[in-house]
T-cell receptor, first 114, second 117 residues
Framework: KAGVTQTPRYLIKTRGQQVTLSCSPI?????VSWYQQTPGQGLQFLFE???????NKGNFPGRFSGRQFSNSRSEMNVSTLELGDSALYLC?????????????FGSGTQLSVL | AQSVTQLGSHVSVSEGALVLLRCNYS??????LFWYVQYPNQGLQLLLK??????LVKGINGFEAEFKKSETSFHLTKPSAHMSDAAEYFC???????????????FGQGTELSVKP
C-alpha cells in the first residue's frame, strides 16, 4: 500500500506570492491533517479535513487555507507569503481522524520564502 | 489545555548504552500519548502509542515507554543504542477534540538523539 504522498518536495517562493501544496493520503484514509514544522515553533497543527469538511483548525491566520476533494486528496494554500512562512509542511492521514488514532505522515514539502 | 514537555533538546549516548528520552504531559482527562521519530529529510514515523490498555508499551526498533500517571510522564527507553537510532524524537498527546472535531496532536519540542561510536 502506498504511503502518504506530498508534492512538491521543495518550493522556493518570494514574499507576497501564494503557494499550493498537495497531499494524497493512504488509500482508504478519509482524514487528512496538516502541520507546520519550524526550528523555533516546532510542530504546529494547521487544520484537519474529513469527508471534504474542515473539522478542526489550529491557530493560524486566514492566509492559510485548505480543502479536501471527494477522493480524500487534500491541498493547502498559503496566500501573501511572508518570510516566517518558511517551514516544512507535513501532511498526515488516518482512517477516521479519531482521538488516539495513529497518524501516517508524508515526507513533507519544504517551503522557502525569499 | 493539554501540553507536552520534553526535557532536553539534545541527548548524546554511546553505542550500546541505554537511551532515555523524557516526556511529561498535562491533561485533564486520561490521555492518548505517542512517540514519533523523524529521520533527516523525512516525515514522522510512529514508534509507539499509549491508549490505556497497558502502562508499559512496546514499540518498533526495540523502544518502549512507560505511562506513569502519578508522575504525568511517558518516558521513552531503549536498552542498547544503535547508530541507526540517531534522529529527532517527538512526544505527543492527542488533543481532546470532542464531538466531530478531527484528531489533532499536540507535540513536544523534540529531542535530538546522537549516538557516538
Amino acid at each position: 500500500k502506498a504511503g502518504v504522498t506530498q508534492t512538491p518536495r521543495y518550493l522556493i517562493k518570494t514574499r507576497g506570492q501564494q503557494v499550493t501544496l498537495s497531499c494524497s493520503p493512504i488509500s482508504g484514509h478519509r482524514s487528512v491533517s496538516w502541520y507546520q514544522q519550524t526550528p523555533g515553533q516546532g510542530l504546529q497543527f494547521l487544520f484537519e479535513y474529513f469527508s471534504e469538511t474542515q473539522r478542526n483548525k489550529g491557530n493560524f491566520p486566514g492566509r492559510f487555507s485548505g480543502r479536501q476533494f471527494s477522493n480524500s486528496r487534500s491541498e493547502m494554500n498559503v496566500s501573501t507569503l511572508e518570510l516566517g512562512d518558511s517551514a516544512l509542511y507535513l501532511c498526515a492521514s488516518s482512517t477516521q481522524g479519531a482521538r488516539g488514532e495513529k497518524l501516517f505522515f508524508g515526507s513533507g514539502t519544504q517551503l522557502s520564502v525569499l | 489545555a493539554q501540553s507536552v514537555t520534553q526535557l532536553g533538546s539534545h541527548v548524546s549516548v554511546s553505542e550500546g548504552a541505554l537511551v532515555l528520552l523524557r516526556c511529561n504531559y498535562s491533561s485533564s482527562v486520561p490521555p492518548y500519548l505517542f512517540w514519533y521519530v523523524q529521520y533527516p529529510n523525512q516525515g514522522l514515523q510512529l514508534l509507539l502509542k499509549y491508549t490505556s490498555a497497558a502502562t508499559l508499551v512496546k514499540g518498533i526498533n526495540g523502544f518502549e515507554a512507560e505511562f506513569k500517571k502519578s508522575e504525568t510522564s511517558f518516558h521513552l527507553t531503549k536498552p542498547s543504542a544503535h547508530m541507526s537510532d540517531a534522529a529527532e524524537y517527538f512526544c505527543a498527546v492527542s488533543d481532546l477534540g470532542g464531538g466531530n472535531q478531527g484528531g489533532k496532536l499536540i507535540f513536544g519540542q523534540g529531542t535530538e538523539l546522537s549516538v557516538k561510536p
